[in-house]
């Protein structure tokens, strides 16, 4: 199975930041990257697919880059709704897919 | 309004079983492959299982194959599972999620349900 590793685990942060999450893939995964966001309680919501693509109504601070091995998922300037937990997400081996450990976003 | 609502979760006995269901609301239900994705208590999201469109083909993580069943009904837009021989380390949120396409690929998960929580214990 292809392993995703995600850095860092935890990540303190203010509102107007920019913060930037990094995911790295046990082998090249070409661009099937996806990020997500989760809230305790909530539904898990798409950011972005295929790496770079921006999931319709999600807001523009959001953005992804990356390709092969290493992607990065980057808030430009941090707003309160964004404290949660950011997971990405390989689709390059169709099954299983597989998952990071997580990164939580945490208001400093 | 566009959604997924779980239920089913709760306290079960080790070596119990559960039957989770999600009912999809304002989409076009049987056009779409779905899953269940899982997370452990301070772990991170764990794919369990995906179903075709049609019901035709499942998949399942190596963690739950023969113990849980995936399964659904379009007619009621109702997606199921059946879990038995459950363990300690089955507990989590469990979550449905509908994928992008009728079959499982190159895809991702562009709807989610808030989850529903199943507990494994003596």
């Known amino acids: 199975d292809i392993q995703m590793t995600q850095s860092p685990s935890s990540l303190s942060a203010s509102v107007g930041d920019r913060v930037t999450i990094a995911c790295r893939a046990s082998q090249s995964i070409s661009t099937y990257l996806n990020w997500y966001q989760h809230k305790p309680g909530k539904a898990p919501k798409l950011l972005v697919y295929?790496?770079?693509t921006l999931q319709s109504g999600v807001p523009s601070r959001f953005s992804g880059s990356g390709s092969g091995t290493d992607f990065t998922l980057t808030i430009s300037s941090l707003q309160p709704e964004d404290f949660a937990t950011y997971s990405c997400q390989q689709s390059y081996s169709t099954l299983p897919y597989t998952f990071g450990q997580g990164t939580k976003l945490e208001i400093k | 309004e566009v959604q997924l609502l779980e239920s089913g979760g709760g306290l079960v006995q080790p070596g119990g079983s559960l039957r989770l269901s999600c009912v999809a609301s304002?989409?076009?239900?049987?056009?779409?492959?779905m899953n269940w994705v899982r997370q452990a208590p301070d772990k991170g999201l764990e794919w369990v299982s995906s179903?075709?469109?049609?019901?035709?083909?499942?998949k399942y993580a190596d963690s739950v194959k023969g113990r849980f069943t995936i399964s659904r009904d379009n007619s009621k837009k109702t997606l199921y599972l059946q879990m038995n021989s459950l363990r300690d380390d089955d507990t989590g949120a469990y979550y449905c999620?509908?994928?992008?396409?009728?079959?499982?690929?190159?895809?991702?998960?562009?709807?989610w349900g808030q989850g529903t929580l199943v507990t494994v214990s003596s």
């Open positions: 304002g989409i076009s239900f049987s056009n779409y492959a």
């Open positions: 295929a790496a770079s």
């Open positions: 179903i075709s469109g049609s019901g035709s083909s499942t």
């Open positions: 999620a509908k994928d992008r396409e009728a079959v499982a690929g190159h895809n991702w998960f562009d709807l």
